[in-house]
């Protein structure tokens, strides 16, 4: 008897006021490498109604104007309507940033101090991170996540063109559900978009244009069932949306970061901080080693997990978990191909992914992860021959 279930995965446009506090956190961050590429950036945004207010640690010799990057940042959202309570133009901004701490300073940099155990770089904080593929997509990506980002970034695109639908505005979210039998996606089951839209249009046109002219132009028509239900602006209007209509902050969105909830997620957030931070940077090189990994054809699925202590340079563990899919080979012997392979230790997955660029504000919207861009390292499958050779 086959095995069937629904799974769903959202996603959110540049608009939403999350997204809007994670586009400002890493408009800061690239800034300040885009200057000096050995900033300490830990940079926290909230944003309600008119007001933005900046907040955290940040130690860098970049010099620029904070206040303009905010603004252009929220311009090329696109809040500049002459509606819009939270207006590039006009927004109030509340500026709290600080200097890193020295006791966190002393931990991750590459030197000696009293009381700590290596000289060489450790990691900015404890913590776990994840890092996901499987094979069910070109970009070796879950299903519902990518299809929930292709919606979200065909609003954007027709949004920002401004002829087909001049009613549409920044604020959007999407969500997909995948009918899977035996592990494949085999249908969608629904479809839900919520855009927001100036007064003057009415429902019955948004949902007839959000149907036709993004939902099955987007989605694979093989997949779209006389059954697939589309639920459009389901409450009927959403005039009042971005900062005006719901407060955001910077890291609230980790789940649509990342694998839309298939693969798991170790809880920290990535906007705003710079790649010593590996909440950050060890989750890009979680996707890196686990993208390699099914890429090679070791497994299906493939879920890797790393550990650190704050100030230590070494993972404290390191988990391969291919759930049952690996080809000819066990989990532990890709275990031990990878550490052959990658190192772990915080320095070095700067120095392999070529973190310390201003590269960030690419990754902010629809998902770090799964983008064709070769500014983003992580998603590259150079390790294959390597891997391969290691397996043991």
């Known amino acids: 008897m086959s095995k069937r279930f629904i799974f769903s995965s959202e996603s959110v446009g540049e608009g939403h006021p999350d997204k809007v506090a994670d586009t400002i956190s890493d408009a800061i961050l690239d800034a300040c490498l885009a200057q000096d590429k050995t900033s300490r950036v830990a940079c926290e945004t909230f944003v309600k109604s008119n007001i933005v207010v900046v907040g955290g640690e940040i130690t860098t010799k970049a010099k620029f104007n904070y206040n303009e990057i905010i603004r252009e940042a929220i311009r090329g959202i696109g809040y500049v309507n002459n509606d819009d309570v939270f207006h590039a133009d006009q927004v109030f901004i509340n500026n709290y940033l ?4 020295p006791d966190i300073s002393q931990g991750v940099d590459a030197k000696k101090a009293k009381g700590k155990k290596t000289a ?10 994840f890092g996901y593929a499987c094979n069910e997509t070109p970009e070796l990506m879950p299903t519902p996540i990518m299809f929930a980002h292709r919606l979200g970034r065909e609003l954007t695109k027709i949004r920002k063109a401004g002829k087909k639908a001049p009613w549409l505005r920044p604020d959007a979210k999407s969500q997909v559900s995948v009918v899977y039998e035996d592990g494949k996606p085999v249908a969608i089951s629904n479809v839900v978009i919520s855009t927001q839209h100036a007064a003057s249009v009415e429902h019955k046109e948004i949902e007839e244009f959000c149907i036709e002219e993004v939902i099955k132009k987007v989605l694979p028509k093989a997949l779209l069932t006389p059954k697939t239900e589309f639920l459009i602006n389901p409450t009927g209007r959403f005039v009042v949306g971005g900062p005006q209509g719901d407060s955001g902050l910077t890291g609230r969105k980790i789940i649509v970061d990342t694998y839309g909830g298939w693969g798991r997620h170790g809880g920290g957030a990535f906007s705003g901080k710079d790649p010593s931070k590996v909440d950050r940077s060890a989750a890009y090189m979680g996707r890196y080693v686990a993208k390699n990994v099914v890429a090679a054809g ?3 699925h493939c879920e890797v997990q790393f550990a650190y202590a704050i100030g230590h340079p070494n993972p404290v563990s390191v988990y391969v978990n291919t759930f049952g899919t690996a080809q000819g080979v066990s989990d532990e012997a890709i275990t031990q191909a990878v550490e052959e392979v990658f ?4 320095a070095d997955i700067v120095k392999q992914l070529n973190l310390l660029r201003p590269i960030y504000s690419k990754t902010t919207n629809y998902g770090h992860f799964g983008k064709d861009d070769a500014d983003l390292t992580w998603e590259k499958t150079d390790k294959v021959a390597a891997l391969k050779k290691a397996i043991k």
């Open 98 to 101: 600080t200097a890193q701490s």
């Open 343 to 346: 190192s772990f230790k915080p």
């Open 120 to 129: 060489e770089q450790g990691a900015g904080d404890q913590g776990l991170m």
């Open 298 to 300: 070791l497994a299906t």
